[in-house]
Every structure is written in structure tokens, then in C-alpha cells.
């Protein structure tokens, strides 16, 4: 089953018609969507909430986790079984303050959602006789028994609430929970980033760390809303060539498959941005190339789009920090903890599965970006000096300037950089952006224990693509055994990407190693060529 749609015309003007959404719930008569309520298993949530359960539902930002919670709550109300009442409970302020903020949340969505006015004097009063550590079990027991059917209460940004105010919450719904459902809610659905398993609770009253899943041990279950299956995204994107009767290329289909792995924010805001923004796009004959589509993230990344920009905020954090770094150097060496490979998959950053990775290639390309924003702003390299006359870029060249570069300034630079194991790494990445930024753009590859970072530029040329290849590996064993293994890894992703030339990089970190030992250049050959390798 498809949202309601638009009848399908070429000439449709594409102000008038439905569109990509990137920012708040979907509405299915606005936006292009899949039906919120076919994410989720329903059998299993209806199920849940007929039996009495308080669970949690949690995704990264911009998943659709509200729109999921959104139509739930119009199913619920709709069969006149149950009441059920949506609040976004996002307060930060003291205890008070904050019960205050969801008490009149609740008091909105319930006259919206149910016309029902009961909670304007109910909860002051609760406030006056309970105070804030009681209010709000107080509120709900009363407001429970107001009425025949069952309450269903659903909480969204749970976990925004912080230290004592969380804990109240949780403690309070925990109280009430035998009392369900004549005098207290008959199912609650907490809905945030995090399962409450994870969440760590500073509390100031007890100068202790409380542990969510102590606060809230009546959980039953934990549902986790997931990204697009490859279907979903072709189905999504299929409705606007229906409404509009502009196609997408199947390389295109396939691209953004590629480069989101079906992360609903990104699909759709790529869409948008090659469907709506582009103004080339806008022309309803045109199909949506492949090539639209890696414009579209160009545009996406350069904007500082917010749901990226808050995804890049998070790599300042020392539990992200500990994850990530060792994906950028290649390394193998793991400080971090199964409770911050958690927090960091919550987030959406790394992938659920197996091998540990970015979660998608967008993401791959926008944590390098954001480390290396200062580093490239203080680079004063020039693209034009690195393009010759026909506007073919010069790689060889470029690469004896970074290594110049790094002998000189490398101790300065690195130092400067937040993720220090892999700033060598980070640094090249840095110096290339800025020359490639100029027309032609890199794609990267690096993961836990992969002993390497590979990087792809793409350069547009006569109408065609060259593409050059440039390895980089930390000396950990012999530069002998080193050279070796990374010019079979360099030949076979030169291989894999039909790429024109290749360059393996070699930083020696060793401590008191001169630069005259560690700073040279060789040819090599391989299968079919030579592949030339640089020392650092």
C-alpha cells in the first residue's frame, strides 16, 4: 500500500506537487512516503499495547520515529477502543520548570487529539499538593479513571530530559504501573535516540549515576525502527516519476541505494535536493541521473545540512571519538567499550552489523570533512597549480607538494587535529579536499582492522572520468613487508575501480626516526603497470 497520491502528470508544475520531506512527521497528502505504520511490525506493537506493555521505541534522528508514533496514535483513536495521546516532552530546565513544559504538552495534544480540556486545572493542582517528584503519577492515575477506555500515553524525546527530571519521570511511571489501566495508563511507549537500557542518569538529589534500566525495570520490550530496505527507497522515490512523470535512471536508483544504505533522512534529502533544489532538476522531462545524484550530496555536505551538522557535532565526544578514530586510521587497537559501540550505533553513525563501519558512505565522507574543516581552512594550496593546460589534474605533483607539506609542517598540523592517531591520514584527506574541491571530488574507504584508508579521486575531464588511486598505511611492521602488502591492496582496488594510476602513501610514525630515513619516493611495478610509492 502507497500514501495517497497526486493523478500522475508530466506537466504537473512541481510547486503544486507532493515532495521529499526532510523535516518533520511526514504528511502523507504533502509528502512523498511509505505508510509510517508499514515500518513498523503492528502485529506486535497492537499486541503490546492490548497486553498492558510499556515499551520504548528508538532510532537516530530523522528515521521517522515520530510519524511512526504520529499514526499509531490515529489507529488507537480511531477504533474508539483506546485514548491515546502523543507529547513531545523536549525540557531541559530544573525539575519544575520541566513538569510544568510537559504537563501543558499534554494538556495541548489532549484538546487536539481528543477534544478533552480536563488537564487545564488537573494538573496545577497536582503540582501544588504532590510537587514535582509526585505530579505527574498523580495527574495520570486521575485522568486514567476519568474515563472507560483505556489510556494509551506515548512519550517522544524521552531522553532529552536530563538528570533529576528523567529520573522523576521514569520513577513516577514506574509507581503508577500496577495501578494500569483503570488508574493509570494501560500501555506508555517511550520514544528517543537511545534505548532507556543505555541511558546513564546524573542525579544532583542523589550525587549518583543511575542506571535507566533500574529507573524503568517494567519495560517489556524494546523496538528499534529501522532504515529503508533497497525496495522501500525505490518505492519512495517511484511515487514522484508516478505524480510527476519524471523518472529516476536505474544508476541513479542504484546511487542513492549506494551512498545512504536506505537512511531515510538521506534518501529523501538527496531526492529533494536533485528533484526540487536543482534547478536542471526541476525539468519534469529530464530523468534523474546517477550524476544528480552525487551533485545532490555535494550540495547536501557544502550546505552543513543540520542533520549532518548534528551528526558531526557528536564526533567531539570522547565516547564517539574512541569508536571512530581507529576506523580512520585503519588500526586495530580498541579503547572503546561495548557501552560506547552502543551509544554510537544508537546514534546511527555506525552500521548495526558486522564488520564495524560508517554507517553509509555519505557519513564516511562528511566525518572526515568536519575533522579536517580547520585544517583545511588554513591550507593555502592552490588547485590551479596542480591542473594542467589541457585540465587534467597532476597527482604526482600534488602528492611530492603534500609530502613536502607534511615533512615541514606535519607536528604542527596533526597536534592541531581532535583525532590524533589518525591525523596523518586525516591530514592528506585535508590537503586533497582542498585541490579537489576545485572539480572533482573523493571517495574514501577505511574500517576497524582494514590496516589502511583507501581514497578514490574522480576528476571530470573531456567528457569522461579519470580516476586515481591513492593508498594510505601506517608503518607497523617492516617498510618491507608494509610496501609489499600495500602495493597487492593497491593494485586490487585500482582493479575494482578501474582507476588510471595508483599511489600507495607510507607514514612512518616511529619516535626518533630522522626524516632523511623516512621521506622517499619509488616506482614499483605490478600486474599490468607501476604503482608509486611514497615514504612520510
Known sequence: MLCKRDVPSAQTDFMTTRFFNTAGPVRPQKNYCIPPLDRLDLDDVLALIRDEKYFVLYAPRQTGKTSALLALRDLLNSNGAYRCVYANVEAREDMERALRAIFSELEIQASITLGDE??????????????????????????????????????????????????????QLRAGYPQRPTHFPQSVVLCGVRDVRDYRIHSSAENAVIAGGSAFNIKAESLRLGDFSAEEMRVLLTQHTEATGQAFTSAALDTVWARTQGQPWLVNALAYEACFRNKAGRDRARPIAADDILEAQEQLIAHREMHLDQ??????????????????????????????LEYVRDLGLIAQGDPLRIANPIYAEVVPRELTAAAQTGLVQDAAWYIDPAGGLDVDELLAAFQAFFREHSEHWVARLDYQEAGPQLLLQAFLQRIVNGGGRIEREYGLGRGRTDLLIIWPQGGRKRKFVVECKILRQSLERTVRDGLAQTAGYMDRCAAESGHLVVFDRTEGRRWEDKVFRREEPVAGGTITVWGM
Request: proline share 5%; net charge negative; aromatic share 4%.
Open 118 to 171: 480536563s488537564l487545564a486545572g488537573l494538573w496545577r493542582g497536582a503540582l501544588d499538593s504532590a510537587g514535582p517528584a509526585g505530579a505527574l503519577q498523580q495527574v495520570l492515575r486521575h485522568w486514567s479513571a476519568a474515563d472507560p477506555k483505556p489510556l494509551v500515553l506515548m512519550i517522544d524525546e524521552i531522553d532529552a530530559l536530563v538528570g533529576d527530571t528523567l529520573l522523576s519521570v521514569l520513577r
Open 311 to 340: 551528526l558531526a557535532d557528536k564526533l567531539q565526544e570522547d565516547r564517539v571519538r574512541r569508536v571512530v578514530e581507529p576506523l580512520l586510521s585503519g588500526g586495530d587497537e580498541r579503547e572503546f567499550t561495548i557501552r560506547d
